[in-house]
Nanobody
Framework: QVQLVESGGGLVQAGGSLRLSCAASGRTLRSYAVGWFRQAPGKEREFVSTISWSGDSTYSADSVKGRFTISRNNAKNTVYLQMNSLKPEDTAVYYC????????????????WGQGTQVTVSS
């Protein structure tokens, strides 16, 4: 069982940056692919970015490519999401999730979820 806790959310102006962290406890995160997802009010949860267990492979949604970077530090049992050039449409609750095996972009493919952290981008 893996417990995930997100942090780093907050209020930022458009064009600003935030770095989200996803810290794991219970088991090492080393064996899991990790994804970041987000959910805006009234919308379905959507894929943002994912990283393989080794960190060698990453993949991001077109809407965030070139602005968001996912990375991980397995020694610290933590995955990060660096978000630059933030836009008001990035406003959402951001969740990290973990799965065994290959990374993926589908919500239902992930087994463990954090409680989420709010990101609000003002115009």
């Amino acid at each position: 069982q893996v417990q995930l806790v997100e942090s780093g959310g907050g209020l930022v102006q458009a064009g600003g940056s935030l770095r989200l962290s996803c810290a794991a406890s219970g088991r090492t995160l080393r064996s899991y692919a990790v994804g970041w997802f987000r959910q805006a009010p009234g919308k379905e949860r959507e894929f943002v970015s994912t990283i393989s267990w080794s960190g060698d492979s990453t993949y991001s949604a077109d809407s965030v490519k070139g602005r968001f970077t996912i990375s991980r530090n397995n020694a610290k049992n933590t995955v990060y999401l660096q978000m630059n050039s933030l836009k008001p449409e990035d406003t959402a609750v951001y969740y990290c999730a973990a799965k065994e095996g290959r990374w993926g972009t589908i919500v239902s493919g992930y087994d463990y979820w954090g409680q989420g952290t709010q990101v609000t981008v003002s115009s």
